[in-house]
């Protein structure tokens, strides 16, 4: 790639958004860039939050499930097939009110771009909030999950924790206890920060009990997860909670920070989009979870992008003809 180069189209991120808005956009002939990130060992990588799940059973069109993995090497295939140019790169720098927009790789203070891009689509996801506990991360996968409607169904019958106190937590614990045996949410204060109906909700459900005042020490097991050793803040005592699923549910963050100053986010840093995809500057786009704290599923993820790439083509054909 050549300094400065010009691009029609630019996608930033690499999961279920990114990497359908590449085929997508690669099918109708705009020769996509995708930067699809850095390999990384935190939760924020190339081909996004389903690289850290194991079996996805809830997308369509895999009767038998697929692995995260698996899936997201697939769909990059799929968009390489068309056309689609993938680099191992993440964006340093976005300047998004210059014409066409500024893309810098690498050092983000360099006077000029590294990239040129007519249209950007921006899908670069959400990353679940951990604990940042050494074994919470060993086991992430086996027994250790951040998305209850991906992985609760593996743990039917089985003792499940959920770790945290807001509305996310307690509308896992209550869809968890579709299967689990027990669901018990521990949670680091002695009130919930959840809406009132969702407590009230959570109250009211027989099989979820709750674990106050309690911050978690360590995630416990060896090959799979086997319990929570807990503190108690109240007393300083530290306790073992048997467990088989440790559900982490403190919260998302949009992985927004490049673009802030420059496109409308909400309170929580969610890029704002109207009318599908678009963002409050023309030619930037956005799909998937980094403008989606709703759904967070990979299938509306990868519709969304679908509808930025739609966009994106419309746009160029007017750009074309003006
Ligand atoms: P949240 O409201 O920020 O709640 C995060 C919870 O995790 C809090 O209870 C917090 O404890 C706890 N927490 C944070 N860091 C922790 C740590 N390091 N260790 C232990 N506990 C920790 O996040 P959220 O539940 O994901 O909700 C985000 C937004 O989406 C909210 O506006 C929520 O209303 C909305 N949402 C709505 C729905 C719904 O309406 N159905 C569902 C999901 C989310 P403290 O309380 O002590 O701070």
Redesign the pocket.
Known sequence: MQSGEMRDLVILGSGPAGLTAAIYSARADLRPLVLEGEPSSSSDQPGGQLMLTTEVENFPGFAHGVLGPELMVSMRAQAERFGAEILTERASRVDLGSTPIGIWIGDRDAPEPTLRARVLIIATGARS?M??IENEARLLGYGVSTCATCDGFFFRDKRIIV?????????EALFLTKFGDSVTI????K?????K??QDRAFRTDKIAFRWDS??VDVLGDQRVTGLLVKDVTTGEESVLPADGVFV????VPSSELFAGQLETDE?GYLVTREGPRTNVPGVFACGDVQD??YRQAVTAAGSGCMAAIEAERYLSLLAQT
């Not at 521990?186 to 204060?189: C, E, I, L, N, Q």
């Not at 009130?191 to 809406?195: D, F, G, K, V």
């Not at 549910?249 to 998302?252: F, Q, S």
């Open positions: 909030l604990l940042g770790v945290g106190g807001g509305d996310s937590a307690l509308e521990v949670h680091r204060r009130e919930l920060r959840a809406s109906i969702m911050v978690v549910a403190i919260g998302h929580a704290h709703v």
